[in-house]
């Protein structure tokens, strides 16, 4: 059974404008957005193991805990270094919860933006990387060290979809599910030739099709996701939609609400 982090959404809230989806006139539904986490805790937790690292009052974004960090072998971590001044403040409050629970931690050099499993994604025998809107190359360079493993670096070209788990997910080893008109001409020929894959259209790709949760044979997505949905049910996976309207206000849905510690 996989072993996932959450960060209960005590303190989220949207307090700040650091992407495209955020407005101050247009914040969350704390309630909802409380009740649409605990339907995805559920979910997951029927599917993994869940470990809940506890939220700080001063960090609302710490319920997107796929930025935490990527792993990088048994017990070992590599430390986000977020991009944004708003939210590096996570970071010790990331790596006390990995410390203590007997985790070796690495970090980036401070100048060296990476923004963990937001950005760089297990695909198979290799991982696959987004660079340009939150994580750099070279953290790309710094974590193919650590994995010991290739990492294909992906350019993200949209405002919208700014760290890689909002514009694909990894269905299995040989098939990824994208939205293409997020990555430069390169970085889909990338995809196309070292992937099986299926494609996510526009409209369901600005309601984070691509940010779904992927646990064996079931597949958590948004609500709203009907095409690939009926897609991906026809090639045998189990699909529960999950509401994230809320979260979606801040740039996050399914995805961005899970990291993997062990598949």
Not at 134 to 159: K, N
Not at 246 to 260: D, P
């Amino acid at each position: 059974m996989a072993r996932v982090l959450m960060c209960p959404p005590d303190h989220y809230d949207l307090r700040y404008e650091i992407n495209a989806w955020m407005h101050l006139e247009n914040k969350p539904d704390l309630p909802l957005a409380v009740q649409q986490w605990q339907r995805l805790y559920e979910q997951v937790q029927r599917l993994a193991q869940v470990e809940l690292v506890s939220p700080a009052p001063e960090c609302p974004d710490m319920v997107f805990t796929a930025n935490a960090g990527l792993i990088v072998g048994e017990k070992r971590v590599l430390l986000s270094r977020f991009r944004h001044p708003e939210r590096q403040p996570e970071e010790p409050h990331f790596r006390r919860w990995f410390e203590e629970h007997g985790y070796t931690v690495y970090t980036m050099p401070e100048d060296c933006p990476f923004e963990g499993e937001g950005d760089i994604l297990w695909a198979g025998e290799r991982y696959l990387a987004g660079y340009r809107k939150r994580t750099e190359m070279c953290a790309h360079r710094i974590a193919a060290e650590y994995l010991q493993h290739e990492v294909l670096s992906l350019e993200l070209v949209d405002d919208r979809w700014y760290h890689l788990d909002t514009a694909l997910f990894v269905l299995d080893e040989h098939t990824v599910v994208y939205y293409p008109g997020a990555f430069d001409p390169y970085a889909r020929r990338v995809i196309e030739e070292h992937y099986n894959t299926l494609y996510v259209i526009q409209e369901e790709a600005l309601r984070f099709a691509c940010n779904s949760v992927v646990l064996g044979n079931t597949v958590l997505m948004p609500e709203g996701c009907w095409l690939l949905k009926s897609l991906l049910e026809r090639k045998g996976y189990e699909v529960i939609p999950v509401p994230m309207t809320e979260f979606i206000k801040s740039g996050g849905a399914c995805k961005c609400l899970v990291m993997f510690l062990e598949r």
